[in-house]
């Protein structure tokens, strides 16, 4: 017979994730603190974060509509990302953790490591996820994919509130069939042939199963990521020889788009390449990867 503890446990970690359902998010569930611990580096741990931490509770929102994946890659730019979603339903679940159980909790910043650069964030969402059992590692970079909802974002809660943790994927989605088939043919997978600047690579065993994944970050943050790219421009056009020179290089047209997604507050202006989940099946044609899919699953039932 379950002591009432842990009874009341299992009934907090339940009411917490329904919330995090309620409010929106398509998966959630709880990381192994001891893994996370393990795992993460020094100084990007959860307790480096939150000393007396207890638990991470991560969660998932949808990706993209199933139109998106139709427009042209500048149009999508725009609009492609719904991870403030992630955050939002995050940041309402530590307040309901702490009003409901009178137990400390913050959400988790997605934000950068300000003593460690514009590249390294503070934690590891991704890692969250994957070890809550939320998402598996593809061969698109480090990007976690979902074999009923296809391609989330996410974002994480910590508490101090001791919840029983979930475990990690049984089976990863990634490869589909599809790609593995593709890779037979052609030595290559579809994230892999149409990734814009090739930086993706990678080996799928005779089982059809993930052997190796290369990720080339620098080169697909030199064209996607564009977090120096205004203080780069700003100090090109003070070392131009004359106002002309000056004018030219803040008034490009390319240049002035940068301009315009600041003011606008566009996420479009950093890491908006999704190309290589266009053509991935799994991000794209999972049961539940959008809302069609999604409305047509609950009509069905």
Not at 258 to 281: D, N, T
Request: aromatic content about 8%.
């Amino acid at each position: 017979m379950a002591s009432t503890k842990s009874a009341d446990t299992e009934g907090a970690k339940q009411a917490i994730l329904d919330y995090c359902l309620r409010k929106g998010a398509l998966a959630a569930g709880v990381a192994d603190l001891e893994a996370l611990e393990r795992i993460a580096p020094p100084g990007h741990r959860p307790s480096d974060l939150m000393p007396k931490v207890k638990s991470v509770i991560s969660l998932g929102v949808g990706g993209q509509t199933q139109g998106a994946w139709s427009v042209p890659a500048k149009a999508m730019g725009y609009f492609g990302s719904t991870e403030t979603r992630a955050y939002t339903i995050a940041y309402g679940a530590a307040f309901f953790i702490e009003g409901m159980y009178q137990t400390p909790a913050i959400y988790c910043p997605p934000d950068m490591d300000n003593e460690k650069g514009p590249r390294v964030p503070l934690q590891s969402l991704k890692l969250h996820a994957e070890i809550a059992g939320i998402g598996a590692r593809s061969l698109a970079g480090d990007i976690l994919l979902h074999p009923e909802f296809g391609y989330m974002y996410y974002a994480s809660i910590f508490t101090e509130l001791a919840l029983e943790p979930d475990q990690p994927m049984a089976e990863n989605p990634c490869p589909a069939p599809s790609c593995v088939s593709m890779y037979r043919q052609i030595g290559r997978t579809p994230c892999q042939k149409f990734c814009p600047v090739q930086c993706l690579s990678g080996h799928i065993d005779a089982d059809g199963k993930q052997a190796e994944m290369h990720y080339d970050m620098a080169a697909c943050a030199e064209m996607s990521q564009q977090y120096e790219a205004v203080p780069a421009l700003l100090a090109e056009a003070m070392a131009a020889e004359d106002a002309q020179g000056r004018d030219d290089i803040l008034f490009d047209p390319d240049n002035k788009m940068l301009w315009y997604k600041m003011s606008v507050g566009s996420g479009g202006l950093l890491a908006q390449c999704f190309e290589c989940m266009r053509v991935c099946p799994i991000a794209t044609k999972s049961p539940l990867a959008d809302p069609i899919r999604r409305s047509k699953a609950k009509a069905a039932t």
